[in-house]
């Protein structure tokens, strides 16, 4: 999208809505930015409607409401929640004043993705001073500014937030555990196959896919992880011979990259395609050179684009709850109930550091991952097998996170859960197995969890 060509807004001076994230002590500062070099930046535009759609979201996934089931589609989303014409104007004059011209919307209207130079992004936010970075464990170079920006009076009532300048890409938390001590074992222990799962809970093509076109699931992949067809392939070939599979991916939404295949989008892919074996599988991709310091806004920006995709979504990335502003997480909530009133399953991985305690101060506080803490998605937790050579019965692993948050309420439909009986527990966990052993497969011994 090109922005119209609209006279400059009349500014205030005057300065609201300051953001600020403290860099991480991890990454190395290389010094200031060329002014000339680019960026992007995304911009979350001020939504109309959202208790409206709470209430549907609500109706449609209650089984007793006349509206349960009578999903919304992303038109129907888009005229709920699109920002009013004042917001789009006022934006689109802001931006157009900062010279940004190659801005993409999404069909929702409600973010704006705008490529501008360092020189003009600092001047469209004051505050702001951006620098070249590098850090984590694969040496990742990025552009962040470790100083405060500020939205002008103006627009403090249409922006929520801008995304791009503060957060740093954070780690993988795919941890590799002790092996077992087992006594008399000896011999080669490859882990939880594919097999072992579908063993575990007799799964056949009748009970999972059948390969037909109305059948579709999907994953998303961050942070420059990437799948390989070649290694999914090979994968299927030492793995997938005793059930019928697919050994492709149907579709990449995004941008692949063609680096080294990442342990973590590789579990993702080629374990969630033989437990849901033989069905048409989605990949999300969001390489995060800019935005991969917040993904799941990305990932969010490509649903948000799509009417017709799956309809069941599985994501194994998390971040600390308390690491993110309260802006980026009630927008990325409020992505996430779009996604819920369009009848999309979304299943986030827990977390692996139990419940995440940590001390400040001297004072112990739990530290939920997000967003597995989010009312309007399912979280998934992790088991292991008691008995880590055999198929047993299934323990709760010690290093799976809860899905609580010391942000949102407890939603009243939990309340019910946790006063249910043990029967709706036992179920819970059963839908939790696959996330735990698909990841504790790949490393070749038992046990990582994300």
Not at 80 to 100: C, D, F, N
Not at 186 to 207: A, C, E, F, M
Not at 219 to 236: G, R
Not at 419 to 444: E, G, K, P, Q
Request: aromatic share 10%; with cysteine.
């Amino acid at each position: 999208m090109i922005l119209p060509k609209v006279s400059a807004p009349n500014l205030e001076p005057s300065m609201t809505n300051i953001f600020h994230l403290h860099p991480n002590q991890s990454w190395v500062s290389l010094g200031r930015a060329d002014p000339e070099e680019e960026l992007s930046l995304t911009f979350a535009l001020r939504q109309q409607n959202l208790e409206r759609l709470s209430e549907l979201v609500q109706a449609v996934s209650d089984p007793n409401s006349p509206q349960y089931g009578k999903y919304l589609t992303l038109e129907n989303v888009a005229d709920l929640v699109r920002p009013s014409p004042l917001t789009l104007h006022t934006v689109q004059k802001w931006l157009l004043a900062a010279g940004a011209q190659k801005c993409h919307s999404v069909i929702t209207q409600d973010f704006l993705t705008c490529w501008l130079s360092i020189r003009q992004a600092e001047l469209l936010l004051p505050g702001a001073q951006f620098h070249h970075y590098v850090g984590g464990p694969t040496e990742t170079h990025v552009v962040r500014s470790p100083r405060p920006y500020q939205l002008p009076q103006a627009l403090a009532p249409h922006v929520d937030f801008v995304g791009g300048l503060h957060r740093f890409p954070p780690t993988s938390s795919l941890r590799q555990r002790p092996e077992p001590q087992v006594t008399g074992t000896v011999g080669l222990h490859l882990g939880v196959t594919p097999s072992v799962i579908r063993k575990r809970y007799n799964l056949t093509s009748q009970d999972v896919g059948s390969g037909t076109s109305n059948n579709s699931q999907a994953c998303a992949q961050f942070l420059e992880q990437y799948f390989h067809d070649s290694d999914l392939a090979q994968f299927m070939r030492l793995f997938g011979g005793n059930f019928a599979h697919q050994a492709s991916v149907t579709r990449v939404v995004g941008q692949q990259g063609r680096g080294r295949a990442g342990i973590e989008a590789s579990l993702d892919v080629q374990y969630l395609m033989s437990a849901g074996a033989n069905i048409s599988t989605w990949v999300y991709s969001s390489p995060g050179r800019h935005e991969g310091q917040e993904p799941f806004l990305q990932w969010l920006i490509l649903l948000s684009n799509e009417s017709a995709l799956p309809h069941v979504h599985t994501v194994s990335y998390g971040d600390e709850e308390d690491s993110l502003s309260s802006a980026y997480i009630q927008r990325v909530n409020t992505e996430l109930m779009k996604a819920a009133a369009r009848g999309l399953t979304l299943l986030f991985a827990s977390g692996d550091s139990g419940a995440g305690c940590w001390s400040v101060s001297g004072r112990h506080q739990f530290r939920p991952t997000f967003p597995a803490s989010s009312p309007y998605v399912t979280t998934v937790g992790g088991t292991s097998f008691q008995e880590p050579f055999l198929i047993t019965n299934e323990i709760v692993d010690y290093i799976s996170g809860g899905g609580f948050s010391n942000v949102f309420p407890r939603p009243s439909y939990q309340v019910q859960v946790f006063m249910s009986s043990a029967t709706s527990w036992n179920a819970d966990l059963h839908c939790s197995i696959c996330r735990f052993l698909l990841f504790s497969v790949y490393s070749l011994s038992p046990g990582t969890n994300h």
